[in-house]
């Protein structure tokens, strides 16, 4: 018994008549629902234009306009009319003004606790949201608390003082002036703020006193206590440390990328020296020699030119030269040969030296080709690798690229900016 899968629905598997039924019904149905949400012209005769709450600024609406006489007769126009906003009645302008001021008088407090006791800035409002009133703000002293709520308290006494702060309510029309007391008192200070204070001012006098002296001297006893000075340096040498750890860490990490970056370099130098070694192992063998004596000689031929200073250090020779040197200290071939792949650490080489171990089992009758075709793989090898490590040179220009391309881009645009102005 099959089972029927429930599936999303899909028009397209309607049939054509279906489906077009569908669609027109459905513009229908979307029609009605816009026509309803958006209201009809009767009823915009019935309710007129809604107007923004005060302060909100004006609302345009776009109007289509019927029963006008035009030239072709009775016609229809399209106009856009921008209705202002509502603006408060007499009565409702005072118990608002009346309300607000209340409200006022809450929100300029900021971290105060109340207006008989500032010791922060105020918090003067230039306006009241939602109600579309300004708000324009005057202070009796300036000096102690500004048109702007900060308040100067450096040099208030501990008694305080008493500031009248006048502020002016209006939405254009209506307008109610409040003033409200305001007593400042000196910032709260902790006991170390307060000690230090104290020592100012009395550091200050001695000043004055010594003013016609060199150098001002400092007692070593103030208020019945000893006291020491030293100057306090910006320098903070902290950071001496942290920068030794940070420099160990980095110098730790540096390290390991030049280890892995050697590692890289060592694989590509073998894994290009790999086709001329195929290549010279081919022609010693095809000239008669085995497999020992053709390592031999690549191993002579590379020493002497490391002597004559016209070669220079290359992986897969040197591994050759051990591997000789294996053999003439009485290592049995297939073995030398097998720890010369493993020391190469490559698909290549370890494939190679399966080779040169399978000879000495076999017999080297079959080397020979079995050679030529490695020789093969291996140019195909080094020329792939040559062509990754062109591409890999393309994409590290791409930066000095994008540099140069920023400096001209800075040489174009600047005197353009500039000239503007």
């Given at each position: 018994?099959k089972i029927?899968r429930?599936?999303?629905?899909n028009?397209?598997k309607?049939?054509v008549t279906k489906?077009q039924a ?6 229908f149905?979307l029609y009605a629902a816009?026509s309803?949400a ?6 915009i005769f019935r ?6 709450g005060p302060?909100?600024g004006e609302?345009s609406y ?6 006008f006489?035009l030239e ?8 856009r009319?921008p ?9 409702e302008a005072?118990e608002l ?5 209340e409200?006022?008088?809450k929100?300029i407090l900021g971290?105060?606790?109340s207006l008989?006791e500032?010791r ?12 579309g009133?300004k ?9 102690v608390?500004?048109s702007?709520?900060?308040v100067h308290?450096?040099d208030v006494?501990?008694e305080g003082e ?5 502020a002016?309510l209006?939405?254009?029309?209506h307008e109610r ?8 008192y ?6 170390e703020e ?6 100012k ?8 006193k010594?003013?016609t ?5 400092l007692?070593?006893?103030y208020?019945?206590q000893?006291?020491t ?5 910006d ?7 942290v920068?030794?750890i940070?420099l160990?860490?980095l ?8 280890k892995q ?17 195929v290549s010279k192992?081919v022609v010693?063998v095809?000239?008669g020699?085995?497999?020992?004596g053709?390592?031999?000689r ?5 020493e002497?030119?490391l002597?004559g ?5 290359r ?6 030269v051990?591997?000789?040197r294996?053999l003439g200290s009485?290592q049995g071939e297939?073995?030398a040969?097998?720890?010369f792949g493993?020391r ?11 080779l040169?171990e399978?000879?000495q ?5 079959q080397l020979r080709p079995?050679?030529?075709l490695?020789?093969?793989?291996a140019?195909?090898q080094?020329?792939?690798l040559?062509?990754?490590?062109g591409?890999?040179?393309g ?8 540099l140069m391309l ?6 174009i645009v600047v005197?353009?900016f500039?000239s503007?102005?």
């Amino acid at each position: 018994m099959k089972i029927k899968r429930k599936g999303r629905f899909n028009i397209s598997k309607l049939p054509v008549t279906k489906a077009q039924a569908f669609c027109a019904a459905g513009g229908f149905v979307l029609y009605a629902a816009m026509s309803f949400a958006n209201g009809g012209s009767q009823e915009i005769f019935r309710e007129g234009l809604k107007r923004a709450g005060p302060g909100k600024g004006e609302t345009s609406y776009e109007l289509s306009v019927s029963g006008f006489h035009l030239e072709e007769g009775i016609g229809e126009i399209t106009v856009r009319l921008p209705v202002r906003e509502r603006k408060y009645k007499d009565q409702e302008a005072k118990e608002l003004l009346r309300e607000l001021g209340e409200e006022l008088k809450k929100h300029i407090l900021g971290e105060n606790k109340s207006l008989e006791e500032v010791r922060s800035n105020l918090n003067l409002k230039t306006g009241i949201s939602g109600y579309g009133f300004k708000v324009s703000w005057e202070s009796a002293n300036p000096e102690v608390v500004d048109s702007f709520g900060a308040v100067h308290n450096e040099d208030v006494s501990k008694e305080g003082e008493a500031v009248w702060l006048s502020a002016w309510l209006t939405d254009g029309i209506h307008e109610r002036k409040y003033e409200y007391r305001v007593v400042v008192y000196p910032p709260m200070l902790t006991r170390e703020e307060q000690v230090a204070e104290a020592f100012k001012k009395w550091a200050d006098q001695t000043d004055r006193k010594q003013q016609t002296e060199n150098r001002l001297l400092l007692p070593t006893v103030y208020d019945g206590q000893t006291l020491t000075y030293s100057l306090v340096r910006d320098e903070d040498y902290r950071f001496f440390p942290v920068l030794g750890i940070l420099l160990a860490f980095l110098l730790h990490a540096k390290k390991e990328m030049d280890k892995q970056k050697q590692e890289k370099e060592r694989e590509q130098q073998l894994l290009f020296d790999y086709s001329e070694v195929v290549s010279k192992l081919v022609v010693y063998v095809g000239a008669g020699l085995t497999v020992r004596g053709a390592l031999e000689r690549m191993a002579a031929g590379y020493e002497e030119s490391l002597i004559g200073g016209k070669g220079r250090v290359r992986p897969a020779y040197e591994e050759v030269v051990k591997t000789v040197r294996q053999l003439g200290s009485g290592q049995g071939e297939g073995k030398a040969y097998g720890e010369f792949g493993r020391r190469c650490g490559l698909q290549s080489y370890l494939k190679l030296s399966a080779l040169l171990e399978q000879s000495q089992k076999n017999g080297s009758r079959q080397l020979r080709p079995a050679l030529e075709l490695e020789l093969v793989s291996a140019f195909e090898q080094r020329k792939n690798l040559a062509k990754k490590l062109g591409e890999e040179a393309g994409t590290k220009l791409l930066l000095p690229l994008l540099l140069m391309l920023g400096v001209v881009m800075i040489m174009i645009v600047v005197p353009a900016f500039l000239s503007f102005y």
